[in-house]
């Protein structure tokens, strides 16, 4: 039953029914405070009523902030999701209450990040987006529709094909030589990784015990798609293996994803 005072300057409306959340809305003056509960008792009516209070109060960054410290750090990529996601906290978009984040909003976002990135980093950005609403919408009661669902996608890169001819990896390996301040460890991964077609969080997470020199194979106990898989290492792929050092951690090449991505990115 809604009930109706006058408050300050305006009405205010309050929507009391068993089994469903108080809801409470001023407005200037008493007939639109009336329609607003018409509108609301006859969605409670047709079992259409969902509670919009935490799509109010709550923002988007407030949403990146809770994945971060509840689902990301169960993830197999959670070094790199925290990274991506801490940087999209950042953004004006992040401002946004969940109730007032459209579609449009979602687009200017995309517009303005395609002026700074590339599509396919706006792809994953979004994809980040729309997997955080959706678990809010399950997990945490928030009831919006996910408006990044609504949102064309920038066209997917193509997938390269180009294998870099013999100079241009005799160039990259001096320009990744470990000289001065230089990570010791770049080169032997991008070496490894030329050698084998390991992804960079593979690389990363091979272990010694893992690698096999007398049968020349690798095993991937954590891969991409989530299965385990043996990959056979070319000769080259063994003799960059015996030059390394090991270390005391057991892991192959011990450096995180984004120390290897800066030290590659700071290469002359």
Request: proline share 5%; net charge positive; with cysteine.
């Amino acid at each position: 039953m809604a009930s109706f005072r006058q408050h300050g300057n305006g009405w205010q409306a309050r929507i009391r029914r068993h089994g469903y959340p108080d809801q409470t809305k001023t407005f200037e003056n008493k007939s639109r405070a009336e329609k607003w509960a018409r509108s609301i008792e006859s969605e409670i009516d047709k079992s259409l009523f969902a509670n919009a209070s935490e799509a109010q109060r709550n923002t988007l960054g407030d949403l990146i902030a809770r994945y971060l410290v509840e689902v990301t750090p169960t993830m197999k990529g959670a070094s790199e999701d925290t990274i991506r996601l801490k940087a999209i906290g950042r953004k004006p978009i992040a401002q946004w209450s969940l109730s007032n984040l459209s579609a449009t909003r979602i687009a200017a976002y995309r517009d303005e990040r395609l002026k700074e990135v590339s599509n396919g980093t706006v792809i994953r950005e979004l994809a980040c987006l729309s997997s955080i609403i959706n678990h809010a919408r399950r997990e945490w009661g928030v009831n919006v529709p996910n408006p990044v669902q609504m949102v064309r996608k920038p066209q997917s890169p193509q997938a390269r094909a180009r294998v870099l001819a013999d100079d241009e990896v005799f160039k990259l390996m001096q320009a990744l030589e470990p000289k001065g301040r230089r990570s010791r460890w770049t080169k032997p991964a991008v070496q490894l990784a030329l050698a084998t077609a390991m992804r960079r969080g593979e690389l990363l997470s091979l272990w010694w015990e893992h690698v096999d020199s007398q049968r020349q194979t690798a095993f991937l106990s954590d891969t991409k798609n989530g299965e385990s898989r043996t990959v056979p290492l070319s000769t080259a792929a063994v003799q960059v293996l015996a030059e390394l050092p090991r270390h005391i951690s057991g892991i192959v090449i011990p450096v995180k994803f984004f120390t290897l991505d800066a030290a590659f990115k700071r290469a002359p």
